[in-house]
């Protein structure tokens, strides 16, 4: 591995302390309650907090939580489009960046960007792109740039949702917001808005249905503007859980338009009360 | 535009539609049957079958009777009975109409790509009259090539190609090229599971393919498509992983799968997971003995006989079936003019029981969830018919041994 | 009309609010922007902490591994701090390795480090020459508007006085590390150095904490780090235009009383996280 000579560099090699706990970790949380309260098999996504505008810089932004998982996103542009070479100038670009913050996760993550961010950008560029009217953009880029500042699972779905929003605030024009919502499925049950550690959790039962999915939204066209799973399932328990993922995505639709309402109502106060 | 064909012969086996020339088009008025299963073959020395894009008898008849002759006779065929007698000549014929057909110039017209998509795959321009074209052809269940909606264009697998490699297979769709190379390495299991080996995907998008693969051109595809890979074996059933490990929490077998595109004509998923599954049937992992001396340090010996070593039971490894959503109905095995009509795939790894193991939308638009729904039902159905032949075909290979014929690359 | 004069003339519209010894912010000349701090926030790092001064916000994260000792130290651990300055801050910053302002943030702070004795790196050693602690702390600037390094030094401090390390014996069968994550303490903080920044307009007029408009017209930009001793750990100018004496006797006296006020905020913050528990 070549040495990063930009950084403050630390020892060659560490390990996390939690390869040496000598306690076995908790047992597994037996079917019915979660561990934050919520119940198995039924659509109970995490009480959501969301502000926008809070980067001062960015054109538009958006913070959001959702259980600890919290997530920034700021929105730059329209501007001139970087990539001269590419032929399409009817439209705009947009383009995408997601990544986790070094302290985000349970093991200390690199900050020079793996495989799997560029992948979750990717998922974002395409459960975004759909609902964004780039064709009103000629000749220019839009970039959304996320950053994960604690990793506790749904963060794809989360993401977009909080993308969409930021991009909202920056007053990019868009034919509907985009919601994402993710779902664990174990054996016949199967988890909501899962946390890390459902999320990774592998019950012992040797089901063939196991496996994390993730659905993106546009809530008021009734289009799915993203989806992806691994693991394995059957393909009714991938329908059954599509359509879980659409009603969880409903459930987080009011939320999303308050705060929306109230930064708009921030920048622009009613004419009442001038 | 049309397809390269043999000096003489294809022309009758493919009507000539030119975009923007009103020729008449062949009806389709059958009803919907289940989708017949994918036709593979192994690659034989003489392969006219590329040049017949998948004959098929409900095809109306245009007065060309030399059409069912020549299904009749390929089908009566066996690879292994098939004379080896093309001559040279027609095989770099054969390349040269290859290349020409890469670097056929698109036709000037509106960009019908989606709007604002990086350029990740090759991508082709299709004229505004060729696009619908296409699209009226696929809501009447029939493509430009003559397939139906669910069928697969001609697969052609070899294995054992590369020979300094463990496990090696090229598989040829249509014109889409793929070699895949198996290395096994003895490495460290990750601390978080000891008791398993893992495996290593890269894709290697070769500028040979398209020159838009040139320099770091084909970066972000093969990053995107080596991730959905990991994605795709990311469950217990795929591939067992507990055999490759040697000794838990010390060493494990790595497999490390290169694939390499050579040639890209649409839907690559597909031909990867294909080329995929045949090299790790075709993988041979040697033996190995774990000695350990007095003081207990473990000592690993390698069997030195190239027979005596261990295969990996390829049974549950799914196969990528993409399917494209064009006009109000989805596509199996889209070519590249039939990809840029469509805003959106969807890409659904399916095992040989018909559990799936990963999806993915991939595309710049978005879809009804009710087509999502039907799309995934046709991918379950289309990639479950693929695995039995597939299977058939590669013990069929393996059981000739050594009387197999070597084909290569060029032939 | 003063946006467009603001616009156009940005120097001579900060000139005219300097002659009038106030900013355009509304704000003295010495006159620090609203501090907030924020602290333990991340769970899934060890010790963490947000600072807000005004629009500029950096968060810290500590997380803290396991290592062999240095070989020139072998009672000694690691400290790396690191800062980023990620596209998401401001449209001046792209996407890739850090930049020039990044890593000359990130050697500042390992130089507070190490001239402040903040910590002791003899403390985090477990086991002379077979293990220690490695503190990463890593500092990312989520909203950039000025004057990065006060914010990352207090994001630091802070964010050690909050870092609890778990309990590790080397058991004597193995050797190898035990760790207990229910089990944990603080880190000893020997001093608390605080940075105060200062720009210089025109070559002549001080002024303190600027915004990143002001920073990007000033003529040099100094940085002075004082402890709670009022002891000068590390004095930062780089480049610009010169500075007498007596102007630089000004500004390390504004940053020791700037160095009280942020370390009366710190414990008040700290106090109030542990009143909640």
């Known amino acids: 591995m070549p040495t990063d000579t930009k950084r403050v560099r630390g020892p060659e090699a560490s390990q996390s302390p939690s390869l040496f706990v000598s306690k076995p970790a908790a047992a597994p949380p037996s079917l019915g309650t979660r561990a934050d309260g919520r119940r198995w098999g039924q659509v109970d996504v995490r009480p959501l907090f969301v502000r926008c505008g809070l980067v001062s810089q960015a054109k538009g932004s958006a913070y959001l939580e959702a259980g600890s998982t919290k997530l920034l996103c700021g929105v730059y542009g329209p501007k001139e489009t970087e990539r001269k070479d590419e032929t399409d100038m009817k439209c705009g670009r947009l383009t995408t960046d997601m990544r986790f913050a070094p302290f985000s996760c349970p093991e200390r993550g690199s900050w020079i960007q793996g495989s799997q961010d560029k992948d979750l950008s990717q998922m974002l560029h395409e459960s975004l792109q759909p609902a964004v009217c780039l064709q009103k953009y000629p000749r220019s880029q839009i970039e959304v740039n996320v950053m994960v500042l604690e990793n506790s699972g749904s963060v794809l779905a989360h993401a977009i949702t909080c993308a969409s929003l930021a991009l909202a605030d920056a007053g990019i024009e868009m034919y509907d917001l985009v919601l994402g919502c993710s779902i664990r499925q174990d054996g016949d049950s199967y988890v909501v808005d899962p946390s890390y550690t459902e999320q990774n959790s592998c019950s012992s039962v040797d089901s063939d249905n196991q496996g994390n999915l993730t659905v993106a939204f546009l809530p008021s066209l009734n289009q799915i503007s993203g989806l992806q799973s691994d693991g394995e399932m059957t393909e009714e328990t991938l329908t059954a859980g599509v359509r879980t993922c659409i009603e969880g995505c409903y459930k987080l639709y009011p939320v999303i338009q308050q705060a929306l309402a109230k930064a708009v109502r921030r920048a622009a106060p009613p004419p009442s009360e001038s | 535009m049309g397809w390269e064909s043999p000096p003489g012969i294809s022309a009758q086996a493919q009507p000539h539609r030119s975009p923007g020339s009103c020729s008449p088009r062949p009806r389709c008025s059958r009803c919907r049957s289940p989708p017949p299963p994918p036709r593979f073959r192994r690659a034989s020395r003489g392969r006219w079958s590329v040049w017949k894009l998948q004959p098929r008898a409900e095809l109306p008849k245009t007065g060309l009777g030399s059409r069912e002759q020549l299904c009749g006779r390929r089908d009566n065929k066996t690879p292994q009975s098939q ?329 | 009309m003063a946006a467009g004069f603001k616009t156009a003339e940005p120097l001579e519209y900060h000139r005219s609010f300097l002659k009038e010894n106030c900013r355009p912010d509304g704000r003295e000349l010495s006159e620090f922007r609203t501090t907030t701090l924020n602290i333990g926030s991340i769970s899934t790092a060890d010790g963490s902490a947000l600072v807000k001064l005004g629009n500029t916000t950096v968060i810290c994260g500590i997380k803290a591994e396991l290592a062999n000792p240095p070989v020139e130290g072998p009672g000694k651990g690691y400290i790396v701090p690191n800062v980023d300055l990620p596209p998401l801050c401001s449209s001046r910053f792209r996407p890739g390795p850090p930049g020039e302002q990044a890593q000359a943030a990130s050697q500042f702070i390992a130089d507070v480090i190490e001239s402040s004795e903040v910590i002791q790196t003899e403390d985090l050693c477990i086991e002379r020459g077979k293990l220690c602690w490695v503190l990463y702390c890593d500092l990312m600037c989520l909203d950039y508007d000025g004057n990065l390094l006060d914010a990352c030094i207090v994001a630091l401090l802070a964010a050690l006085k909050n870092t609890q390390l778990p309990d590790v014996t080397i058991s004597t069968e193995t050797s190898a590390p035990e760790v207990n994550l229910e089990k944990r303490r603080g880190l000893h903080i020997h001093k608390h150095p605080v940075a105060t920044s200062f720009c210089i307009f025109d070559d002549s007029v001080l002024i303190v904490d600027p915004t990143a408009e002001e920073e990007s017209l000033a003529t040099a930009q100094l940085a002075v780090v004082t402890d709670e001793e009022g002891r000068l750990c590390s004095l930062h100018k780089p480049g610009g235009t010169s500075l007498s004496g007596e102007k630089l006797q000004e500004c390390i006296s504004r940053a020791t009383v700037r160095q009280r006020e942020i370390q009366k905020l710190i414990n008040k913050v700290l106090h109030s996280v542990k009143t909640d528990q």
């Not at chain 2, 082709?124 to 060729?130: L, Q």
């Not at chain 2, 040639?263 to 090299?279: E, P, R, T, V, W």
């Not at chain 2, 001396?293 to 196969?319: F, W």
């Open chain 2, 83 to 411: 004379p080896g007698s093309v001559s040279l000549a027609v095989c770099v014929c054969v390349c040269l109409a290859r290349l020409r057909w890469v670097r056929l110039p698109a036709p000037v017209g509106r960009v019908l790509a989606p709007s604002g998509t990086r350029s990740i795959m090759a991508t082709v321009r299709v004229s505004e009259a060729e696009k619908v074209y296409i699209l009226h052809g696929i809501r009447d269940d029939l493509r430009v090539d003559g397939r139906g909606c669910e069928d697969y264009r001609h697969v052609e697998i070899e294995t054992d190609v590369v020979s300094n490699t463990d496990g090696s297979a090229k598989v040829t769709l249509g014109h889409t090229a793929v070699l895949v190379g198996i290395k096994a390495d003895i490495g460290k299991p990750t601390p978080l599971i000891p008791n398993e080996g893992y495996l290593e995907f890269f894709v290697d998008c070769s500028a040979n393919a398209t020159p838009e693969f040139e320099g770091r051109g084909g970066d972000e595809l093969g990053t995107e498509l080596s991730n959905t890979l990991y994605k795709v074996f990311n469950n217990k059933h795929s591939v067992d992983l507990k055999s490759l490990c040697i000794s838990a929490g010390e060493h494990c077998w790595v497999l490390y799968v290169d694939v390499l595109l050579l040639q890209c004509d649409g839907n690559l998923y597909d031909a990867i997971s294909i080329a995929i599954k045949a090299a790790l049937f075709n993988t041979k992992i040697p033996k190995v003995h774990i000695s350990a001396d007095e003081e207990g340090a473990k000592e690993i010996e390698l069997s030195d006989d190239p027979y005596d070593c261990v295969r990996l039971n390829v049974e549950n490894v799914p196969c990528i079936v993409t399917l494209c959503k064009v006009g109000h109905r989805h596509v199996v095995d889209a070519t590249l003019q039939e990809k840029a009509c469509s805003v959106a795939s969807l890409i659904i790894s399916v095992t040989n029981k018909g559990t799936v193991t990963c999806t993915r939308k991939v595309g710049g638009g978005s879809l009804d969830p009710e087509s999502i729904f039907e799309m995934t039902q046709a991918g379950k159905r289309v990639g479950k018919a693929l695995h039995a032949p597939l299977m058939k075909l590669l013990r069929q290979e393996e059981s000739l041994g050594k009387k197999r014929q070597k084909v290569g690359f060029l032939g």
